[in-house]
């Protein structure tokens, strides 16, 4: 079994304890390791959540064809599923930085959201 097939259909609390580990061997290798360290590796982490977004709008600018003739090939339901996870991957991280339980938040919204009901 590989990595992908070993990680699918993650729940959010695995995939939150996954983030967990990621974030700490991030910090590690980084050398990170007080509240001020903390906080430059939560800013960092911020930096690149703002710059996969960023490569999530190009993706579906160029899924939409809203983009130049020339770079409307590169741009497929594949590289805009990997930009959606790099999002997603740099939010976790960024949750785990800050101890936020994010599987008991994402629940709280769609418990919100359903009872909300447009």
């Known amino acids: 079994m590989d990595a992908?097939?070993?990680?699918?259909d993650m729940s959010l609390r695995?995939?939150?304890?996954?983030?967990?580990q990621q974030a700490k061997r991030l910090a590690?290798?980084?050398?990170?390791?007080?509240?001020?360290?903390?906080?430059?590796?939560?800013?960092?982490?911020?930096?690149?959540l703002g710059e996969?977004?960023?490569?999530?709008?190009?993706e579906v600018l160029g899924a939409?064809?809203?983009?130049?003739?020339?770079?409307?090939?590169?741009?497929?339901?594949?590289?805009l599923a990997g930009e959606l996870a790099d999002v997603m991957v740099c939010t976790?991280?960024?949750a785990q930085i800050f101890d936020v339980d994010l599987a008991g938040a994402v629940a709280g919204k769609i418990g919100f959201l359903d009872e909300r009901r447009f």
């Open 14 to 20: 695995e995939f939150s304890a996954w983030a967990g």
């Open 92 to 94: 976790m991280l960024l």
């Open 52 to 58: 996969e977004v960023g490569e999530l709008h190009a």
């Open 4 to 8: 992908v097939e070993r990680h699918n």
């Open 64 to 79: 939409i064809r809203y983009c130049r003739a020339d770079k409307v090939d590169q741009y497929t339901n594949e590289t």
């Open 28 to 48: 590690a290798n980084f050398g990170l390791d007080s509240q001020a360290d903390r906080d430059l590796f939560a800013l960092a982490q911020t930096v690149k």
